[in-house]
């Protein structure tokens, strides 16, 4: 019986983005060279790992996952335990009553696993409707950098391999978004279970 990592592992992935930084790449050496005017960049992954509404809504986040996790666990810890007991005990049953306890505690897991699949896809809606909030508080505040450093091009930094960072405005947003809000909050998002395509039909 395989135990459910899925929302575990969309644990790590909601805490990856903290990573990310408001000072430019590293790696720049020998890269530099004079500031074109106009042209600027921008982190959008900085600004959420970075900005105080970012951090709540990871944090939010990760309380979310693991409430949804302890939820499953105490499910599937006592068809665990049967589990365990029947292994002990299976050398003594005859091939019928072995495939008969078997197919049962399979039948009992299925269900955990289907719900395990939709915790997971919720928070994943969650995180999506969390981030999208976040982008728009975020861009009038981008716009309003933007014109405050007389930009006429916006380019994600991320993808420059190289070059002088003066215009980057990634920490000039986060200070201002900072300073407009600095938390947010919601609940996970509730989906169907006809919405996973895993759920046993009914």
């Given at each position: ?147 405050q450093k007389k930009c006429g091009l916006l380019f994600d930094r991320n993808s420059a391999l190289g070059g002088n960072f003066a215009n980057d405005l990634t920490a ?31």
């Open positions: 019986m395989r135990r459910s990592g899925s929302i575990i592992a969309l644990l790590s992935v909601i805490a990856s983005p903290v990573a990310a930084q408001t000072a430019p790449p590293a790696g720049n050496q020998g890269l530099g060279g004079p500031v074109i005017p106009g042209i600027c960049l921008l982190s959008r992954e900085a600004i959420y790992a970075n900005a105080a509404i970012g951090k709540a809504a990871t944090a939010r986040l990760q309380q979310l996952a693991t409430e949804a996790q302890a939820e499953i666990e105490a499910e599937r810890k006592p068809l665990e335990t049967e589990l365990k007991a029947f292994r002990a005990e299976a050398a003594k049953l005859s091939a019928e009553q072995r495939a008969a306890r078997d197919q049962a505690l399979a039948a009992r897991l299925q269900p955990i696993q289907a719900k395990a699949q939709l915790r997971s896809q919720e928070i994943e809606a969650t995180r999506v409707k969390a981030m999208q909030r976040i982008a728009d508080a975020a861009q009038p505040v981008i716009a309003a950098v933007y014109q000039d947003v986060v200070r201002t978004l900072d300073a407009k809000i600095s938390t947010i909050s919601f609940d996970r998002e509730k989906l169907s279970a006809a919405a996973n395509p895993r759920s046993p039909a009914r």
